[in-house]
């Protein structure tokens, strides 16, 4: 057993602990002694980009079959019932490049939860009674998409920026691959990445590293050794269409603007991130308060950062009247363009506040924290600490801003998704 000592940067930041099983499973807590609560996540390199086309949302799939009922609590009602009857709740994600199981209780049901997320994680009855009943769920969660143009426009903004590849693929798959997934693959799939040095256990709350160390080696130490499948990494772009519409007969058009951005761990990470707090993090973001406070264009604009380990994403979202679409977008693209020339030092700080002051707000929940250990255990095998991650922030200067704005938000560099009354994307031609 392989243990590394306590780090922290003063008193106040994140105090973790890491230990490695002898069968590879990473294990990371955070004793948070002032709460009465405890989060157990546990974090495994599953995702959309471990996909073969043919098999588009298998790790989603998983994802739900492992809640069917495992070896210790054979049947959903029995997992639901240990984590509700103390007054936890429970859930799961999946994502791009990992799936995550968590279970936020009291901190005296700790040690029993990490039983029940592990018994779930490497002993999963997979009934297929139970797995094809649950297809009928997951269809309806597919289809509830649908019903969602926003979210649509964020699928078809990944698909327009990184066609014909995994990562340019909705997470949950596509209704025809969750029909016809057969559970063979399913099984086959969770025994190649479902193996201990794929995953990450990661505990936070009023909890000690001892107690949950000696728990995992119970439950997940026995777990055999196992060489899970490498993802697929981000192929060029290539000379595609760079405007992707979805005809809707919706009220308002749904519209992203993306452009290729910064992979996780690049040195000017956090000065991208600066960028799309002061561009659209927020109402007094320079995107809201011109195009919704100033022009009455939105009810809605935003922007987000995606990060990957070999890419990432810049996103403007912005939901309009139809007849405002092209406008809207001609919009953003301007106050971008100003924000390169005139932001300035005072902005600047008001970023570097803004995004350090979340980051510890976030802090002060279980959940949160351990979702800073094992995200970054997992995707980055290192966890930074806030006070590395806001000093980092900190040293983003003037001079960094809006040189990797400019280098991100070249306009020839941009796409476009749009969701609404379209019949083509002769509206947006020029606009980019």
């Known amino acids: 057993m392989i243990s590394a000592a306590k780090r922290r940067t003063r008193e106040t930041d994140i105090v973790f602990e890491r230990t490695v099983l002898p069968n590879g499973l990473r294990i990371i807590t955070s004793e948070m002694p002032q709460t009465r609560s405890a989060t157990v996540s546990v974090y495994v390199g599953a995702g959309s980009r471990y996909e073969v086309d043919e098999e588009a949302g298998l790790s989603h799939f998983l994802e739900h079959t492992l809640f069917k009922g495992a070896s210790r609590r054979p049947t ?19 994502d791009r490049e990992l799936t995550v199981y968590y279970a936020k209780t009291p901190d005296f049901a700790a040690l029993e939860t990490i039983d029940i997320l ?8 997979m009934d297929p009674i139970e797995l094809e009943k649950e297809r009928m769920v997951i269809l309806e969660e597919l289809s509830s998409v649908e019903d969602n143009p926003g979210e649509i426009a964020a699928i078809l903004a990944d698909e ?31 025994r190649a990445q479902y193996v201990p040095s794929n995953m990450v256990l990661s505990v936070a709350g009023n909890i000690t590293h001892e107690a949950v160390v000696e728990a995992a080696s119970r439950w997940l130490g026995p777990a055999p050794e196992g060489e899970a499948h490498a993802w697929h990494p981000v192929e060029p772009r290539g000379e595609r269409p760079r405007v992707g519409i979805r005809t809707k007969a919706t009220e308002q058009a749904h519209l992203c603007l993306t452009y290729p951005a910064l992979p996780l761990g690049h040195d000017d990470q956090y000065a991208a991130g600066l960028v799309s707090a002061l561009l659209g993090e927020g109402m007094s973001s320079r995107l809201f308060l011109e195009l919704r406070e100033e022009r009455a264009l939105v009810y809605d604009v935003h ?12 996103t403007v979202y912005a939901g309009c009247d139809p007849s405002n679409a092209r406008l809207t977008l001609e919009v ?52 930074l600490t806030v006070d590395e991650v806001v000093a980092m922030i900190d040293g983003v200067t003037l001079d960094d801003l809006r040189r990797v704005g400019g280098d991100l938000l070249r306009p020839e560099a941009a796409t476009i998704a749009a969701v609404g009354p379209f019949e083509d994307d002769s509206v947006f031609a020029g606009v980019i």
């Open 76 to 94: 959903a009602q029995e997992i639901a019932e240990a984590i509700e009857s103390v007054g936890g709740l429970h859930n799961a994600a999946t």
């Open 118 to 125: 592990s018994d779930m994680v490497t002993a999963p009855e």
């Open 332 to 383: 953003a693209r301007e106050e971008i363009e100003r924000f390169l020339c005139d932001a300035d030092d005072e902005e600047l700080e008001k970023g570097k506040r803004m995004v350090a002051g979340r980051i510890q707000l976030r802090m002060e929940d279980t959940r949160s924290v351990a979702a800073w250990l094992g995200g970054q255990e997992l995707v980055l095998d290192e966890v």
């Open 303 to 314: 922007s987000y950062m995606s990060e990957y380990r070999d890419a990432g994403a810049f």
């Open 160 to 190: 327009t920026l990184w066609p014909d590849q995994p990562l340019g693929r909705n997470i949950g798959g596509a209704m025809e691959t969750a029909r016809s997934l057969p559970l063979s693959a399913v099984e086959r799939y969770f």
